[in-house]
Every structure is written in structure tokens, then in C-alpha cells.
């Protein structure tokens, strides 16, 4: 019944799961091959800094945390830098500059770093010519980079993601149950990860394999509008679904 599937959709509360970025983990398609090849070589860096930009789940994350783990490079976070700025001992990585908090600070980092010669990477969710950043100084710095976006997700690459979140969980899908839900949800990683999680909390929520039918009633917030209904894949059923809605 409704009020079952309801009921049991309220018991599951969101958490937030920790990443992993380890290398064999990265799925290397063409959308990430320009960022995969300038990481590689540092040396063709403009002013000794890249920026990588990408959508949220694109993987710049990703490529800079194994970056990071390759080179030595000290972490950190445009949400957190703030100033007095101790002179880094090593190449650098500042995530989420379109999020800044004081950008005096991370102007004050970029500047220390290539007066030391430290290697600095930088990301974002935009290209850094369309961030409203100020001073002056540090949009200058930010533009005088070198800037390499990761482009949209292939069809293989979100095929592959999908497999491995749900090796993952020790989740088994159908092959034509995964084809269904990448074909109604957004053709974004992050949206994966978001639905792969929603659906596992409640298929253990209901002590069931995950179906179609669950999906809908799970995932159906998320579905695109108009998006491949699936209508010539058959209902999968087990015995929970009886308490699923339509």
C-alpha cells in the first residue's frame, strides 16, 4: 500500500558517506582525457597553476586527490583558506574556488606559491572567466592559468560508474533494469551516486533485491521529464513489490 512504502521512505534518514579517491577507482573516458593529460605533465602549466573545472561528480575531485597523493600536495579548500597564509612546503591543491570564502586569502596562497616555485591546482564548479571574483588581482591570477574543463559524461563512462557504485554496495541490478535507470535519470554523476544510495538504503529498508518497480517509487523524484519511459522492458517483481505502489 501506499501508506507502507511511505511509512518506510520516512525511517530512512540521509547521511553523508565519506569518498574515497583512489586511483584504480577513476574511470578514464575521452570527457576526461584533455585534464588526465595536463595533470600528467605539470611542466605545461601556465604560471605553474592549472584550474579544473567541471560539473559537480565530473571527477576533478577525484583526478585532484590522486594529483595530490602522486606529487606530495597539500590539500586544502577555498571554504576554509583564510588568512594569516603560512608559506607552503610543497605543490598545492585549493578545491572549490568558485566558493571562496576570502579571497584575499587565496589570492595571498596563489602568490606565495609561485614566488616558491610550488605547483598549484586549483578547481571549481565554472570556468574561472565566468566567477565574480575580486580583487582585481586574483581574477587576473586565475586567468593568466591554465584552464581545462572535464566535458559531459559518455554513455560508457556512466554505464561503467553505475556498475561500479553498485559492486560497491554488493548491489545486483538487472541489465535491463540499469538500462531503464540510465535512461530516466539525469546524465550526471553525482545523480548516480545520489540514486545508487537512495535505492540501497531501501531495498534494506524493505529486505528486497532492487526492481523496477522499487526504483519508480524510490528514484522517481529524480527521473528527467520526458525522459525514455522504458515502457519494452518487462516489470521485474519480487515479493515486497506487492506493498510498492504503481
Not at 77 to 104: G, K, N, Q
Not at 123 to 128: E, N, S, Y
Not at 198 to 219: K, V
Given at each position: 500500500?501506499?501508506?507502507?512504502?511511505?511509512?518506510?521512505?520516512?525511517?530512512?534518514?540521509?547521511?553523508?558517506?565519506?569518498?574515497?579517491?583512489?586511483?584504480?577507482?577513476?574511470?578514464?573516458?575521452?570527457?576526461?582525457a584533455m585534464a588526465r593529460a595536463a595533470l600528467a605533465n605539470p611542466e605545461t602549466w601556465v604560471n605553474g597553476r592549472l584550474v579544473l573545472w567541471g560539473a559537480e561528480g565530473s571527477g576533478k575531485s577525484h583526478l585532484a586527490?590522486?594529483?595530490?597523493?602522486?606529487?606530495?600536495?597539500?590539500?586544502?579548500?577555498?571554504?576554509?583558506?583564510?588568512?594569516?597564509?603560512?608559506?607552503?612546503?610543497?605543490?598545492?591543491?585549493?578545491?572549490?574556488?568558485?566558493?571562496?570564502?576570502?579571497?584575499?586569502?587565496?589570492l595571498a596562497c596563489l602568490n606565495l606559491a609561485q614566488?616558491?616555485?610550488r605547483m598549484t591546482l586549483l578547481?571549481?564548479?565554472?570556468?574561472?572567466a565566468r566567477l565574480e571574483i575580486g580583487p582585481p588581482d586574483l581574477a587576473s591570477r586565475l586567468h593568466a592559468s591554465l584552464t581545462i574543463g572535464i566535458g559531459s559524461p559518455e554513455d560508457a563512462l556512466l554505464d561503467a560508474l553505475f556498475r561500479r557504485l553498485a559492486a560497491a554496495r554488493q548491489m545486483t541490478f538487472s541489465d535491463g533494469l540499469r538500462r531503464y535507470l540510465l535512461a530516466r535519470l539525469p546524465r550526471r554523476p553525482d545523480v548516480l551516486h545520489q540514486a545508487i544510495a537512495?535505492?540501497?538504503?531501501?531495498?534494506?529498508?524493505?529486505?528486497?533485491?532492487?526492481?523496477?518497480?522499487?526504483?519508480?517509487?524510490?528514484?522517481g523524484d529524480l527521473f528527467e521529464p520526458g525522459g525514455t519511459p522504458g515502457c519494452d522492458q518487462p516489470t521485474e517483481r519480487s515479493a515486497s513489490d506487492a506493498q510498492l505502489p504503481l
Open positions: 500500500m501506499i501508506g507502507t512504502i511511505t511509512k518506510a521512505r520516512q525511517l530512512i534518514l540521509p547521511f553523508v558517506e565519506p569518498e574515497v579517491f583512489a586511483r584504480e577507482d577513476f574511470i578514464e573516458a575521452e570527457s576526461n586527490a590522486v594529483w595530490a597523493a602522486t606529487r606530495g600536495a597539500l590539500l586544502l579548500s577555498a571554504t576554509t583558506l583564510r588568512a594569516p597564509i603560512e608559506p607552503p612546503a610543497c605543490d598545492i591543491v585549493i578545491e572549490d574556488i568558485d566558493a571562496v570564502i576570502d579571497p584575499l586569502a587565496l614566488a616558491l616555485g578547481t571549481c564548479r565554472i570556468p574561472p537512495r535505492l540501497d538504503r531501501t531495498t534494506m529498508a524493505h529486505a528486497a533485491r532492487p526492481t523496477r518497480r522499487l526504483a519508480e517509487a524510490a528514484l
